[in-house]
T-cell receptor
Framework: GAGVSQSPRYKVAKRGQDVALRCDPISGHVSLFWYQQALGQGPEFLTYFQNEAQLDKSGLPSDRFFAERPEGSVSTLKIQRTQQEDSAVYLC???????????FGPGTRLTVL | QKEVEQDPGPLSVPEGAIVSLNCTYSNSAFQYFMWYRQYSRKGPELLMYTYSSGNKEDGRFTAQVDKSSKYISLFIRDSQPSDSATYLCAMRGSNDYKLSFGAGTTVTVRA
């Protein structure tokens, strides 16, 4: 079956540009997570959705970061006025109700010049 | 200091060797412990999942958790070149959902 998909896989942005990263979770998975993985580091939690409700956004590094999941399926992570320190791989993960396993997508590698 | 510390790599071993990977953590609330494998330019893939202290074996992989020492390990027996990847430990509390990851150890198995 299809896993978690993310698009684009690679994104190059000039400093100050806005970007939008998309995540398609596994069908039926109600929980959706976004993580940020800097080069040579482990993923760091950004935000969590249960269906369309954003239950935790404590990991978002600044108010330039915004995530949504309006219909409880596809999610978009938006970064406004990108900065060089935003350069990282952005990972999306989903899990099914009552299961702990988080399944990760391939990530979007964002490079801000 | 980070909540989860992972032995820095990189590790390079000959094919057939045992690979030993370790993490320590500071949050005593962590109850669920995972090991993920991440190939270059791919997302993390779950390898092992354990609850509380003890050992778990799955094929060539063995995960150990010692909650009293706040120490977890992953052993890979009869390592293969296809095991070459970055290995990430991850953990969470029983009432939590977000994972806390180590920084990862890059392993190369030489043919």
């Amino acid at each position: 079956g299809a896993g978690v998909s993310q698009s684009p896989r690679y994104k190059v942005a000039k400093r100050g540009q806005d970007v939008a990263l998309r995540c398609d979770p596994i069908s039926g998975h109600v929980s959706l997570f976004w993580y940020q993985q800097a080069l040579g580091q482990g993923p760091e939690f950004l935000t969590y959705f249960q269906n369309e409700a954003q239950l935790d956004k404590s990991g978002l590094p600044s108010d330039r970061f915004f995530a949504e999941r309006p219909e409880g399926s596809v999610s978009t992570l938006k970064i406004q006025r990108t900065q060089q320190e935003d350069s990282a791989v952005y990972l999306c993960a989903s899990s099914s109700p009552g299961r702990d396993t988080q399944y990760f997508g391939p990530g979007t590698r964002l490079t801000v010049l | 200091q980070k909540e989860v510390e992972q032995d820095p790599g990189p590790l390079s071993v000959p094919e057939g060797a045992i690979v030993s990977l370790n993490c320590t953590y500071s949050n005593s609330a962590f109850q669920y412990f995972m090991w993920y494998r991440q190939y270059s330019r791919k997302g993390p893939e779950l390898l092992m999942y354990t609850y509380s202290s003890g050992n778990k074996e799955d094929g060539r992989f063995t995960a150990q958790v010692d909650k009293s020492s706040k120490y977890i390990s992953l052993f890979i027996r009869d390592s293969q070149p296809s095991d070459s990847a970055t290995y990430l430990c991850a953990m969470r509390g029983s009432n939590d959902y977000k994972l806390s990851f180590g920084a990862g150890t890059t392993v190369t198995v030489r043919a």
